[in-house]
Nanobody, 123 residues
Framework: VQLQASGGGLVQAGGSLRLSCAAS????????MGWFRQAPGKEREFVAA????????YYVDSVKGRFTISRDNAKNTVYLQMNSLKPEDTAVYYC?????????????????WGQGTLVTVSS
């Protein structure tokens, strides 16, 4: 599986961005998908994940109510809608795929990774 993330950019605090992650391969619909982020000087952290069917989602507390993860299995794409952005959301955002039905928040449990897309939120 190859993942290609896009949609990052520069936005003012309070603004919105939608990240996309396009996946290759015919098994996308069987993968749990996740979004992670890494700010300069910090470890990579979990942001959100969605089950293979899209029926279950999970978020880190800091983005609950502001971010929404979704997927379109017909398009082999997962999305991260980010609203009410804050400067502390500034990071490189990565999408990741896990060939397992169980949602996890640990980066090491995801097998495939995209290249990352930079999100910068100005105050």
């Amino acid at each position: 599986v190859q993942l290609q993330a896009s949609g990052g950019g520069l936005v003012q605090a309070g603004g919105s961005l939608r990240l996309s992650c396009a996946a290759s391969g015919r098994t996308f619909s069987s993968y749990t998908m996740g979004w992670f982020r890494q700010a300069p000087g910090k470890e990579r952290e979990f942001v959100a994940a969605i089950s293979y069917s899209g029926s279950n989602t999970y978020y880190v507390d800091s983005v609950k109510g502001r971010f929404t993860i979704s997927r379109d299995n017909a398009k082999n794409t997962v999305y991260l809608q980010m609203n009410s952005l804050k400067p502390e959301d500034t990071a490189v955002y990565y999408c990741a795929a896990r060939p397992n039905v169980i949602i996890t928040t640990t980066p090491s449990s995801y097998k495939y990774w995209g290249q990352g897309t930079l999100v910068t939120v100005s105050s």
